[in-house]
């Protein structure tokens, strides 16, 4: 059992209810926040480590929460969320594949991922339109290394942002020239398109990009 459980929820009404009426344990807190603006480095260090992070994630906004949670140095020792069917496969893509996309990448670069339960929606109450999917992260002990995250990030969006269109005009149009020249640097051919790329390659192009800069 957990030494202590921060719950963080959005609904007002919800959150005086429970304070109310349920019998939580002492060391359960239902906090009013929206995970959406949470600090978690604050709460991890507030909760103190280890920690883990758990979820049934707002399908409206489990692609944007899970973008922030995604991060080198995860202050987690483990991510376990409910997510939508779609958007799990879209974080264990693999290159190449249709649902391989930034999400990919970062879980890529950062974290093994696992397909720990598919749940059908017959399996709910009420029955929801999607399909659901636990899905389980934890930080790699030896993650492959970025010198500059947000540049990476910008890399990123670059050659998704145009999925069909080939990585020198994706990262010139974002970039400048200095896209063309470390795709030179680290030797990956400029016509290839940014969902063939590995996560190990996009790391490797930013940090070009990030010498380069220096």
């Not at 140095?73 to 991510?79: G, L, M, N």
Request: charged share 25%; net charge neutral.
């Amino acid at each position: 059992m957990a030494r202590r459980t921060l719950a963080l929820e959005v609904d007002a009404g919800l959150v005086a209810l429970l304070a109310s009426e349920a019998a939580l344990p002492a060391s359960v807190e239902v906090r009013l926040a929206d995970a959406r603006e949470a600090d978690f480095g604050a709460l991890v260090r507030e909760l103190r480590k280890p920690v883990v992070f758990a979820g049934n994630l707002p399908y409206s906004i489990a692609g944007r929460l899970l973008g922030e949670l995604l991060v080198p140095d995860s202050p987690f020792r483990k991510i376990g969320c409910m997510l939508q069917r779609e958007l799990a496969d879209r974080v264990l893509a693999a290159p190449g594949s249709d649902d391989y996309g930034t999400l990919s990448v970062y879980a890529g670069l950062w974290f093994s991922g696992e397909r720990l339960l598919d749940l059908s929606r017959e399996e709910f109450s009420p029955r929801p339109k999607v399909r659901s999917t636990f899905l389980a992260l934890t930080p790699r002990l030896t993650p492959i290394g970025v010198d500059d995250p947000g540049l990476l990030r910008q890399v990123v969006r670059a050659a998704f942002g145009q999925r069909r269109k080939q990585l020198r005009g994706a990262l010139e149009h974002e970039l400048g020239a200095a896209g063309p020249a470390a795709l030179e640097a680290v030797g990956i051919d400029p016509k290839r398109r940014g969902e063939t790329l590995d996560p190990a390659e996009f790391a490797a192009l930013a940090n070009a990009l990030a010498l380069a800069g220096s």
